[in-house]
């Protein structure tokens, strides 16, 4: 009997588009270098990829760290190693997070797979938060992108260490777990194809282009702000400290970047005071768009009308007492 074969047609992936945008860049190069001898679109070129390349081998560091965490770090393990009492729980799995990076879009499913293995709600929300904000890499390239100012990277690491921990302790005293939709609580089963190089690719793979776009975005929005918002504008903001707290918690809210790469987009808008640009780098890793979208996808959306908006305002918290701290 014959085989009969259906014809897959081919996917359009993230990646396939930005093979296509850079050969037509490399294609109307000298189309593009006309058009960019205009000073403003010099100016707003030179930060753009200024920010990319300075931001883009943290970004690949930290995706590879993320995809060896998939597949060599089992949740059992981490589950092991956490304490029997909630309350205890939740600053280990805080401190977890110093060893085990991750980016914001993995530790959703590392957290499902937590509470899958019966892990306390507190904790596995705790790390979380604390994943993607102290890991490492995000430290180093915090430090890379505010040379001569390390009081910075500690700042950083207090807020969003603070932020994840008292998070943790207000769930374990308040959540409920109804909130937590069933489905986030059963045990979700081991890949078993490709291996375990084959997770690390794949999870690498899929890190890299969903944070690649939202870098590219955020490089955007700096270079437009650096050329569009007139300075008298951005000293106005500067000189009103509230205000450029809130817009500055708010738009880490909307350019939901990752976390290996926003300190670069901060340093960038360098005529805002360090305090702003601190609420920046401690909001954006714990609460986002694409965050609130994965958080209401894996655990509800009754989770993540209550856990968002509380981790906004304790962030924007944090963040002022650890900048009045260390700055």
């Known amino acids: 009997m014959p085989v009969v074969t259906t014809a897959v047609a081919p996917r359009i992936t993230s990646l396939h588009v930005f093979c296509a945008v850079l050969a037509v860049a490399v294609l109307a190069r000298p189309l593009l270098t006309d058009a960019l001898s205009v000073p403003v679109l010099q100016t707003a070129a030179t930060v753009f990829v200024a ?3 300075q931001a883009v081998p943290f970004l690949v560091l930290g995706v590879l760290l993320s995809g060896a965490i998939a597949a060599f770090v089992s949740p059992a393990a981490l589950r092991r190693a956490l304490p029997d009492r909630p309350a205890a729980a939740v600053p280990v799995a805080g401190a977890a997070g ?3 990076p ?7 499913p590392v957290a499902r797979r937590l509470i899958g293995q019966g892990v306390p709600d507190a904790a596995a929300l705790t ?3 604390a994943a ?3 890991n490492p890499v995000v430290l180093v390239a915090t430090a890379v992108a505010f040379p001569g100012e390390p009081r910075m990277v500690l700042a950083r690491l207090a807020g969003s260490l603070a932020t994840a921990c008292v998070m943790g302790w207000l769930w374990q005293r308040f959540g409920q777990a109804g909130w937590i939709a069933e489905r986030a609580r059963r045990a979700v089963p081991q890949a078993r194809g490709g291996g375990r190089l084959g997770v690390l690719a794949e999870t690498a793979r899929h890190d890299l282009v969903t944070a690649g776009g939202f870098l590219v975005l955020g490089a955007l929005v700096a270079a437009v702000l650096s050329v569009l918002v007139p300075p008298s504008w951005m000293d106005a903001l500067a000189g009103q400290l509230l205000l450029a707290i809130l817009v500055m918690a708010v738009l880490a809210v909307v350019l939901a970047l990752c976390s290996e790469a926003d300190a670069f987009v901060a340093a960038a808008l360098s005529t805002l005071p360090l305090l702003p640009r601190l609420v920046f780098l401690v909001v954006g890793p714990a609460v986002d768009v694409k965050l609130i979208a994965l958080q209401a996808g894996t655990f509800g959306r009754a989770f993540a009308a209550r856990f968002a908006p509380l981790t906004f305002v304790v962030a924007v918290l944090c963040a002022v007492g650890a900048g009045l701290v260390f700055l």
């Open 127 to 129: 790390f979380l938060l």
């Open 132 to 134: 993607p904000a102290i």
């Open 102 to 108: 991750g980016c914001e879009c993995a530790s959703v």
């Open 51 to 53: 920010v990319c390349v």
């Open 98 to 100: 110093l060893v085990l």
